[in-house]
């Protein structure tokens, strides 16, 4: 297969080998396809690989540096000790981190309408999706998800968790569901790009913002803040509801307590409005024809 | 003289143009110094005075963070991806037979990208935090008019760093690896993450005398009347102090880049 051997190339691509698929089977080939291509040329200059991986490692780090700072100074911040901040922070960094590896690249869109290079993108036999999400993968962005894994691991071990079988599968499955959240949050965030084509930067504010927010414990915001981030974009159900439950404290809002396993179906029931809108606004893309 | 004024003008012009782009920024920095606010909220609760703040002045200096981000290009995004491009081209072999000085020219370029950050990027979210949260605003109009010349050295300064980090390509040829690093210098020394009063012993007193310190930290102490009367001077010569030194060294990298250019034919 041109996949695995002589180096995936646009023109080596079979039509016949995405025609005859479900489509989405046939958008994750394409993304795999895709991805390995960048990967490649990525790898062609080492040693720049590792400078922005490390650099990717190193600037996510610097805000878990900031919050140790913070402790340096006092014990707890909003009633929450650095182990319990550190579990919320690695849960919600690693999440977020699988979304921006797998995802990230699809801030990117907004700068393809401008110049006109999604065109090329509407006449092959893919998915737009995959191509657009698989655009420049960079597995430098890694260096995040380490990172986020290095802190949850810190806090795993330093807290002290009376785990139940229900408390361990829920690491693993906020994790998922997280990083699933985070995913319908880019792509609804480039279909927004299809409207206002230079407002990456709105994108950021909702993703890597959701993603800093996530990273202190709810009881420091304001009321209307947790709400809206409850129950208008479900970032609630990405880390907090799920990773409070693990630690066994209680919830914002006066939440019951089962809600924190709806994290899955809300991550899956918030991919609709987000596919539906990426559909449309592709559907109403004009090309600027340059 | 006259030549400079027109290229700041060119660049503030240019930058002014995107005004989408420019709109979605000041909701990030907005979005961003709301979440900001509150944990300094949390922190200043347990520990009010901390790093010699009230919560009023913290929460000054969280919305002046958002505020200048952009304006003294704490996390880089200014000329440097095009001069670091241009070297790697080979186009700066134009540049150097224009009858202008190069560094000034970009200084003065950066300085007109500066201009309009600083009322496109900068007033909005100041306001919005006002409203939102009780800062402490000066009361004085020279306080306000110390703290805009505090934050041009700022700018100087914040261009010296990137120039020099732009000039690394003419060895390196890949810029990005410098730019990175040197993004994140000022990301963790400008005080963006936390006050550099806040960073324990040693650590703080290292920043604190780093040139980064001049592009948040001391522009906001200014902001908050820590330097009164002619302590102010201090501050200025400290700033000031720091971008002659850059500039310089700037000045001297460049006649060997340039000459280095010359050897080989652009």
Known sequence: MAGTAGGPRPEDWPEAVFAQRPRFVEGVRAYGLIAMMWLRSTMAYRASFAMTAFGNFAATAFDFVAITLMFSHVDRLGGYTLPEIALLYGVSGTAFGLADLLLGSMDRLGRRVRDGTLDTLLVRPVPVLAQVAADRFALRRLGRVLQGVLVLGYALVVLDIAWTPLKVAMVPLMLLSGAAIFGALFVAGAAFQFIAQDAAQVQNAFTYGGNTLLQYPPSIFAKDLVRGVTFVVPLAFANWLPALYVLGREYPLDLPDWVAFLSPVVAVLFWLPAGLAWRSGLRAYRSTGS | ?266
């Open chain 2, 1 to 266: 003289m006259r030549l400079y004024a027109v290229v700041a003008a060119g660049q503030f012009r240019r930058y002014a143009t995107y005004r989408t782009a420019t709109a979605a920024g000041v909701f990030t920095n907005t979005v961003f110094g709301f979440i900001l606010a509150y944990t300094y909220v949390a922190l200043w609760d347990e520990r009010p005075q901390l790093g010699g703040y009230d919560m009023s002045q913290a929460l000054s200096y969280v919305w002046l963070g958002q505020a200048l981000l952009m304006t003294c290009s704490m996390m880089g995004g200014g000329f440097e991806d095009e001069l670091i491009e241009r070297i790697r081209t080979g186009d700066v072999a134009v540049d150097l037979y224009r009858p202008a000085d190069l560094q000034l020219w970009w200084l003065a370029g950066d300085l007109g990208r500066a201009a309009f950050h600083l009322l496109g990027r900068g007033i909005v979210p100041m306001l919005v935090g006002s409203l939102a949260f009780e800062l402490a605003l000066p009361s004085s109009a020279g306080i306000w008019l110390a703290f805009l010349v505090s934050v041009a050295l700022g700018v100087v300064v914040s261009f010296a760093i990137r120039y020099l980090v732009a000039l690394s390509a003419f060895w390196l040829l890949d810029g990005a690896g410098m730019a990175q690093m040197a993004w994140l210098a000022g990301m963790f020394f400008s005080g963006m993450l936390l006050p550099l009063t806040l960073f324990p012993g040693v650590l703080g007193e290292v920043a604190r005398v780093l040139p980064w310190s001049s592009l948040l930290q001391v522009p906001v102490d200014v902001f908050l009347g820590k330097y009164p009367g002619w302590e102010l001077l201090r501050a200025y010569a400290f700033q000031a102090g720091w971008a002659l030194a850059l500039l310089l060294v700037g000045r001297m990298v460049q006649s060997v880049a340039t000459r280095r250019v010359v050897v080989q034919g652009g």
